[in-house]
Nanobody, 123 residues
Framework: QVQLEESGGGLVQPGDSVRLSCAAAGVTLDNNALTWFRQAPGKEREGLACISGFGGTVHYSDSAKGRFTVFKDTAKNLAYLQIDDLKPEDTGVYYC????????????????WGPGAQVTVSS
């Protein structure tokens, strides 16, 4: 049984950094793609950053380039999303999701999801 669980969210101030973690069980991040998605209030779920299986190539959506960093620790089967210089528009629920091997920005292509972690950026 595959389980993903995000952690590290919360209330943060503009300009701060946050590191979200995604703990995976029942799936090996070494050979599965792991993507971070965000669902902001009233908006569609959007892909932000993906790290592929079999080599760990990273990809960022246009909205994530520059302030977002995705990486993984395959020994611990953990993935991370670092967000720097947080802005109010970064507020939302952040999800990690996995699929076999190749990254894809379409959330419908992902088989397994965590419950999400709320990040609220406010002063």
């Amino acid at each position: 049984q595959v389980q993903l669980e995000e952690s590290g969210g919360g209330l943060v101030q503009p300009g701060d950094s946050v590191r979200l973690s995604c703990a995976a069980a029942g799936v090996t991040l070494d050979n599965n793609a792991l993507t971070w998605f965000r669902q902001a209030p009233g908006k569609e779920r959007e892909g932000l950053a993906c790290i592929s299986g079999f080599g760990g190539t990273v990809h960022y959506s246009d909205s994530a380039k520059g302030r977002f960093t995705v990486f993984k620790d395959t020994a611990k089967n953990l993935a991370y999303l670092q967000i720097d210089d947080l802005k109010p528009e970064d507020t939302g629920v952040y999800y990690c999701a996995t699929r076999e091997s190749i990254c894809n920005w379409r959330w419908e292509r992902y088989e397994h999801w965590g419950p999400g972690a709320q990040v609220t950026v406010s002063s």
